[in-house]
C-alpha cells in the first residue's frame, strides 16, 4: 500500500515509521525537519529499544508524493486551513483519508474536501514526543481506535485496524467514531489544558496536586456530562480510570503544553471550543469548560 503521511511530527513520525518498517510504502511530507531526516532518516525511541530507517522517503510538497492509496492527516488541527491546498496532489478515485487529529471536527472537514472519498477516524491513546529533528519518543504504546465517519464504510474501517495490528500497534475498530472522539476528550481536556493554564507544567504536576487532581475531575465530569446528551453513555467510573493510566507517564509534556511553551499554535478551537459549542447546543452547562476555554484563548491567542 502506498500511504502518506502529511504532517510528520510525533504522531505521523511513530505511526508512519511502523507502517513503513512492515513492509509498506511511505511517503512523509516534512518542512522543518526534512534536511535531517534526508540525512540521517527517522529514529524510533521505545523502552524496549530503537531502530532508524535511513530509507525514509521524506518530501517537502505533495506533488512530489502522487496519488496514495491511504492518506494519514497528522497536522495538528490549527493548520486545517492549509488541507485545501495540500491534499489534492494525493487523492485520487479510491483514496482513503484517516485523520489521527485531536480534537472535533477533523473528519467533517476532510469529508467536506472530499465527498467522494471515504473518510476514517483514529484517536491515538499514546504518549509520543519529538525530541529532535525526525526523532520521535515513545513513552507509553497505548493504542489505537478507528472508526468510519459513515457507517456503511465499517469493513473498510476493519481494514484499516487490520493495517495497523499488523504493523504491531494495538488497534481497536470502534464502529462509532464520534463515541471515541468524544471519549479521547475526557483526558485530552483537563491535562491538556492544565498543564498549559498552570504555566507550561507535565502531568505529574497535575495528579500531584489535590486543588489541580480535582479541577481535572471535575472537567472530566462535565465532558462526560456531554457525551452522554449524545446518548453515549459514559460511566463516572471512567474519570478514576483517567487518572489512574495518568500518574504512570510521569513528567509526561502533553502535545498542546509543548506547543504553549514553544510558542507555536494551540488547538483551541478543536479541543476545547468545539466540545463546548456542541454541549450548550444541548443545553448542557459546562462552566469549568467555559472558563479553561476563555483562558486558553487568552493565553494561547
Not at 512492515?22 to 523502552?47: F, K, N, W
Not at 496514495?68 to 491546498?85: I, R, Y
Not at 499554535?265 to 472558563?291: D, F, N, S, Y
Request: negative net charge; aromatic residues 8%.
Amino acid at each position: 500500500m502506498k500511504i502518506s503521511i502529511v504532517g510528520s511530527g510525533a504522531v505521523g513520525l511513530f505511526y508512519g515509521a511502523l507502517l513503513q518498517r512492515s513492509g509498506h510504502e511511505v511517503a512523509y511530507l516534512m518542512r522543518s525537519d526534512l534536511e535531517v531526516a534526508r540525512r540521517d532518516g527517522i529514529r524510533v525511541v521505545q523502552a524496549d529499544g530503537e531502530f532508524r530507517l535511513r530509507d525514509a522517503s521524506v518530501f517537502g510538497e505533495t506533488s512530489e508524493i502522487g496519488v496514495c492509496d491511504l492518506v494519514v492527516v497528522a497536522l495538528k488541527a490549527t493548520s486545517n486551513e492549509a488541507l485545501a491546498d495540500l491534499l489534492p496532489p494525493l487523492v485520487g478515485k479510491g483514496t482513503r483519508l484517516l485523520t489521527l487529529q485531536n480534537g472535533l471536527g477533523n473528519d467533517r472537514l476532510l469529508a467536506e474536501l472530499f465527498p467522494e472519498n471515504k473518510v476514517f477516524g483514529g484517536l491515538c491513546f499514546v504518549c509520543l514526543n519529538r525530541i529532535s529533528p525526525a526523532v520521535v519518543e515513545n513513552f507509553m504504546p497505548g493504542s489505537i481506535s478507528i472508526g468510519p465517519r459513515e457507517a456503511g464504510d465499517a469493513e473498510e474501517a476493519q481494514e484499516l485496524v487490520e493495517l495497523f495490528r499488523a504493523a504491531g500497534v494495538k488497534t481497536r475498530f470502534e464502529p462509532n467514531l464520534q463515541l471515541v472522539q468524544w471519549k479521547k476528550l475526557v483526558w485530552n481536556v483537563p491535562f491538556n489544558g492544565l498543564t498549559v493554564a498552570a504555566g507550561g507544567v507535565c502531568t505529574d504536576a497535575i495528579v500531584e496536586s489535590p486543588e489541580l487532581l480535582e479541577e481535572s475531575k471535575a472537567l472530566m465530569g462535565e465532558i462526560i456530562a456531554g457525551a452522554n446528551a449524545l446518548g453515549f453513555g459514559f460511566e463516572q467510573s471512567f474519570i478514576d480510570y483517567q487518572v489512574k493510566i495518568t500518574i504512570p507517564m510521569g513528567a509526561y509534556r502533553p502535545s498542546s503544553m509543548i506547543d504553549y511553551v514553544e510558542g507555536r499554535p494551540v488547538e483551541v478551537e478543536a479541543i476545547w471550543g468545539e466540545p463546548l459549542r456542541q454541549a450548550k447546543a444541548l443545553g448542557v452547562a459546562m462552566p469549568k469548560l467555559e472558563l479553561l476555554y476563555a483562558l486558553l484563548k487568552r493565553l494561547c491567542g
